[in-house]
């Protein structure tokens, strides 16, 4: 059982420059979140998805896209790489509220650094 | 009227000291409060977590407080041991009243335990 799978683990991207961040998981869980680290600031939400085809804006959603076509892949895109997306994103997922798969399980995260 | 705030950012404590790290929200409809364990390197990973209409739950070292008037949390991590050392994010979030699982972040507390 893998979990929530994230790769690539660590990137240097040229200011704008485009990536993708991919994030797997193998639990059948119904909901997905990318949250982005940065030193002192917690995690903030940028996007998250409740089902295949359906997903919604965080607390920072600028300069990021989503999309999830399965239930098991959500990957993050970046548009146009800026020195302010420098950050270590954590993709997460669980089942539904009061379901036996409930509960956050979080992937290993991605370092990326936008020079 | 969304944000979890968590005390200290950092925090120095001797081994078999009792570590405290208090968290404070503004939403009352908050629903669920989890604590989250993070190592250098790693995801967060759920620790212990508790729901509003209890006052107290313990695991092992790791009880968690929760004060509904003053809407306040705390961790409390008895005999405090070289490998708590890590990061901890309290959080909360809308369970009951809705459908998108969406976590709430403090901003983080950064013990380590001396020997």
């Known amino acids: 059982n893998a979990g929530v799978t994230q790769t690539p683990k660590f990137r240097i991207l040229k200011i704008g420059q485009s990536m993708t961040l991919q994030c797997a998981q193998d639990?059948?869980?119904?909901?997905m979140y990318w949250y982005r680290q940065d030193p002192g600031m917690g995690l903030k939400l940028i996007y998250y998805?409740?089902?295949?085809?359906?997903?919604d804006k965080g607390e920072v959603p600028n300069g990021y896209n989503v999309s999830r076509s399965t239930t098991e892949d959500f990957p993050l895109r970046l548009e146009l790489a800026a020195p302010s997306q420098t950050s270590v994103y954590f993709c997460?997922?669980?089942?539904?509220?009061?379901?036996?798969?409930?509960?956050?399980?979080f992937g290993s995260g991605t370092r990326l650094t936008v020079v | 009227q969304q944000q979890v705030k968590q005390s200290p950012q950092s925090l120095i404590v001797q081994k078999g000291g009792i570590s405290i790290i208090n968290c404070a929200y503004e939403?009352?409809?908050?629903?669920?409060f989890p604590w989250y364990q993070q190592f250098p390197g790693k995801g967060p990973a759920l620790l212990i977590a508790?729901?509003?209409?209890?006052s107290e739950k313990k695991e092992g070292r790791f009880t968690i407080s929760f004060n509904k008037s003053a809407k306040q949390f705390s961790l409390h991590i008895m005999d405090s041991q070289p490998g708590d050392s890590a990061t901890y994010f309290c959080?909360?979030?809308?369970?009951?009243?809705?459908?998108?699982?969406?976590?709430?972040f403090g901003q983080g507390t950064t013990l380590q335990v001396k020997p």
């Open positions: 997460a997922s669980t089942g539904t509220w009061g379901s036996s798969n409930y509960g956050y399980t």
């Open positions: 639990m059948n869980h119904n909901y």
């Open positions: 998805s409740v089902g295949a085809g359906i997903t």
């Open positions: 939403n009352t409809a908050f629903d669920y």
């Open positions: 508790i729901r509003p209409d209890v």
């Open positions: 959080a909360a979030s809308l369970q009951g009243s809705s459908n998108t699982g969406k976590l709430i």
